[in-house]
């Protein structure tokens, strides 16, 4: 079985590397000091576990465990961590194991023994059973929008979106990944309705099939579709729809 091990702490990765070691049977395939990483050896290893800690920089255990939720067969997640204020009962209700750090070999053994691979569902109620304990998780929004390209996921940076354009039941991110360079684009699986709310302020919705960030917002200029939205670095933009004309001539006042 092909694990992943994922902390930001050296000595929390050699210590589970030896448990492993210990075991039998566990073929240690990588190793990462943060989410971001994690999705990325992801990508190239294919593990069948993760052994991940929760609070790490860049990206945490639980938002890496919602994107890598977007792949065809997500890899069983176990969460090793200093921490007990995470809803125990609830990842253990969810098929979702849950050490406390310093991992014990036997317990170990025994989540190894049950781990399970996660499906939408269990991320999903692992993710709301976890935010109901910790306000700050709650509150927090995003700091990468995931995409499942022929690569595998893939991170969008938010800063780098330019906006979010819905077509029937398809949603379609623009971004640009260096200053002056062309605007990329690919789809994603987040509805446009509950990107708007988890990032209210961030994103404005501009028509009824799209979502503008803020900051990259320039200025209007009328075409033959209509008053069209100025991006920084989008030749393009998507078309202001008149029931939001006001709204976005406000905005642009008070920027």
Do not use: W
């Not at 204020?85 to 053994?109: G, H, I, M, Q, S």
């Not at 990944?177 to 988890?198: M, Q």
């Not at 099939?209 to 579709?225: C, F, P, R, S």
Request: proline share 4%.
């Amino acid at each position: 079985m092909k694990v992943l091990i994922v902390d930001d702490e050296p000595l929390a990765r050699t210590r589970l590397v030896r448990l492993l070691e210990q075991q039998g049977g566990y073929e240690v395939v990588a190793e990462a000091d943060n989410g971001e990483q994690a999705i990325a050896a992801c990508n190239e290893h294919e593990p069948d576990v993760l052994l991940m800690d929760i609070r790490m920089p860049v990206m945490d255990g639980l938002q890496a465990a919602r994107h890598l939720a977007g792949s065809e067969q997500p890899p069983a997640v176990i969460f090793c961590t200093a921490y007990n204020d995470y809803a125990l009962d609830a990842f253990e209700a969810n098929a979702v194991d849950y050490l406390l750090k310093p991992v014990n070999r036997e317990k170990l053994a025994l989540a190894l023994a049950k781990a399970q691979k996660l499906n939408r569902v269990q991320i999903s109620a692992l993710i709301e059973s976890s935010n109901q304990q910790d306000p700050v998780a709650a509150n927090s929004q995003r700091q990468h929008i995931s995409a499942k390209t022929s690569r595998g996921i893939e991170l969008i940076p938010v800063e780098q979106v330019r906006y979010f354009l819905a077509d029937q039941k398809y949603v379609t991110v623009y971004y640009v990944t260096e200053a002056g360079g062309a605007l990329k684009e690919v789809l994603i699986d987040d509805p446009l309705k509950e990107l708007e709310r988890e990032f209210t302020g961030v994103f404005v919705r501009i028509h009824r099939n799209a979502l503008v960030a803020v900051q990259h917002i320039q200025g209007l200029e009328k075409t033959d579709e209509g008053m069209q939205l100025k991006l920084a670095g989008a030749v393009t933009g998507p078309i202001v729809s008149r029931r939001h004309q006001a709204e976005v001539r406000k905005l642009l006042h008070a920027l």
